[in-house]
């Protein structure tokens, strides 16, 4: 699958998503109101790179599990089409590793959508696998394919990163 293929699949999947009311527990302090202030004033199609700030300042990281749902095809978006120095890798694998654990979210994801977030990282794999490694993040991508690999694809958790084999541990 391209990436414009991805990303439309991804708006497919999850664009049902109703917009909530609030992204963040917007109450809770002003670095959530404020946070909550950039999601209220984007949606997935309009959302940019510079609305999700660094690793640091992210308004995703305080959006409730619904809103990250509804926001999933734009961080997609962003991910897959945004290259060089303001791309979102770190912050976008961090996302998914931390929700396929459920460190950080609780949702439940249908086959239909895990598949999409594996195509999302298998095109990073097989696309930006350069700048992947120059950001050092080989790891998260790897480890990130393997919490959401579909089951019936019957991966282990050994993957080629640029022709080296890294095992996953």
Not at 4 to 22: D, L, N, S, T, V
Request: charged share 30%; hydrophobic share 35%.
């Amino acid at each position: 699958m391209d990436k414009e293929e991805i990303i439309a699949r991804a708006f497919h999947i999850f664009g049902a998503m109703e917009r909530p009311r609030h992204f963040t527990d917007y109450q809770h302090c002003c670095e959530c109101k404020e946070h909550d202030e950039v999601l209220l004033s984007s949606s997935p199609r309009t959302i940019s790179r510079s609305d999700l700030g660094t690793m640091g300042w992210d308004p995703i990281t305080f959006t409730t599990d619904d809103g990250f749902r509804y926001y999933l095809p734009g961080l997609i978006r962003i991910v897959l089409t945004e290259k060089g120095e303001s791309n979102y890798y770190e912050q976008f694998l961090w996302h998914v590793e931390q929700t396929a654990l459920a460190d950080h979210r609780k949702i439940d994801f249908n086959e239909e959508e895990r598949a999409v977030i594996w195509s999302t990282l298998s095109f990073l794999l097989n696309h930006r696998c350069d700048e992947i490694e120059r950001e050092c993040l080989g790891d998260s991508l790897l480890g990130a394919m393997d919490l959401w690999s579909p089951t019936e694809c019957g991966l282990d958790n050994t993957r080629a990163l640029n022709g080296k084999n890294t095992a996953l541990t």
